[in-house]
């Protein structure tokens, strides 16, 4: 077996605005709209479904007695501090910008769905 890519199952509440949001804020584009998903695909070809959540009753982190870890997240090859600084003055509402085996910090989409971005392992 060969594994390509990966791809995540994210609840929201409006397929559409939340379509939206996820390409103005991480650049995906929307690939396939099936009656009961809609499809969005990244450059470096990360594959991400967005799911009808009308009644919020769903999440996709996971809570832990010491807080909330986000259950996927993204390399990216950006200056984490940068896209941290970037995400707050957007007015998106962010977790602490952490070091521990590289830069990352959480963040949420409109639903409040946790979504890490990391820097990677330190280089050296």
């Not at 605005?17 to 996820?22: C, G, K, L, M, T």
Request: aromatic residues 14%; glycine residues 8%; hydrophobic residues 35%.
């Amino acid at each position: 077996m060969r594994l390509q890519t990966s791809y995540q199952y994210i609840p929201v509440s409006n397929l559409q605005a939340a379509s939206e949001w996820y390409a103005e804020h991480l650049g995906f584009t929307l690939a396939v709209e099936d009656p009961i998903c809609l499809e969005l695909r990244s450059t470096s070809g990360i594959r991400i479904f967005l799911i009808p959540n009308e009644d919020g009753s769903v999440n996709s982190q996971m809570r832990y007695s010491n807080g909330v870890q986000a259950s996927y997240g993204f390399t990216v090859a950006d200056d984490v501090q940068l896209l941290y600084q970037h995400f707050k003055d957007k007015g998106i509402q962010v977790g602490k910008l952490t070091d521990y085996q590289g830069l990352s910090f959480k963040f949420y989409d409109p639903d409040g769905n946790a979504i890490e971005l990391w820097g990677d392992y330190p280089q050296g």
